[in-house]
């Protein structure tokens, strides 16, 4: 589970915006937020440092997901 989809609506960032940044289609990176699809750690990691956020704040931990 990741957090990309809230991370993009705290930042009032589009993911169409993202999918142009990171040179991926709309679709792939609509699967990332939509949790259809986990990026891979590369691609996190780019997200991370397109989005200016730390990798770990993209992701749900399994204890947050338990609760």
């Known amino acids: ?13 589009k993911q169409k915006w993202l999918a142009e940044q990171m040179g991926k289609s709309y679709n792939m990176v609509n699967s990332y937020a939509q949790n259809r699809r986990q990026p891979s750690i590369e691609d996190l990691y780019r997200i991370a440092e397109i989005l200016d ?13 338990k609760e």
């Open 1 to 13: 589970m990741n957090r990309i989809k809230a991370v993009l609506e705290e930042k009032g960032i």
């Open 53 to 65: 956020i730390e990798a770990k704040e993209l992701l749900v931990t399994t204890k947050d997901k």
